[in-house]
């Protein structure tokens, strides 16, 4: 079994900066992909980022160049690295693997629990 577990949300100010982690656990034979999605009230999830096991990124239009993720791979963890947020980034976000469990050849989508994220003077 594999979860995956977040840290890193809050209140922050328009302007200001949060640091999302995520480290994955359990019975992991590789990891494929890893990312963050976000939901706002009232709206589907959606992408905000995403990294290959190779380093190759993905990003959502609204938050290029603001949003930063990256990954370790020794320790299956992720990060997104938030500057410059606004209210429109208010939303809870969930991590994102897509993981292959040991003694599988298939690979599993995983989701954390979520972190609040609230933009906001």
């Known amino acids: 079994q594999v979860q995956l577990v977040e840290s890193g949300g809050g209140l922050v100010q328009p302007g200001g900066s949060l640091k999302l982690s995520c480290a994955a656990s359990?019975?992991?034979?590789?990891?494929?992909?890893m990312g963050w999605f976000r939901q706002a009230p009232g709206k589907q999830r959606a992408l905000v980022a995403v990294?290959?096991?190779?380093?190759?990124?993905n990003y959502a239009d609204s938050v290029k160049g603001r949003f930063t993720i990256s990954r370790d791979n020794t320790k299956n963890t992720v990060s997104l690295q938030m500057n410059s947020l606004k209210p429109e980034d208010t939303a809870v976000y969930y991590c994102?693997?897509?993981?292959?469990?040991?003694?599988?050849?298939?690979?599993?989508?995983?989701w954390g629990q979520g972190t609040q994220v609230t933009v906001s003077a």
């Open positions: 994102y693997a897509l993981v292959r469990p040991s003694g599988s050849t298939s690979f599993l989508t995983q």
């Open positions: 359990g019975s992991i034979f590789s990891i494929n992909l």
């Open positions: 990294i290959a096991s190779g380093g190759s990124t």
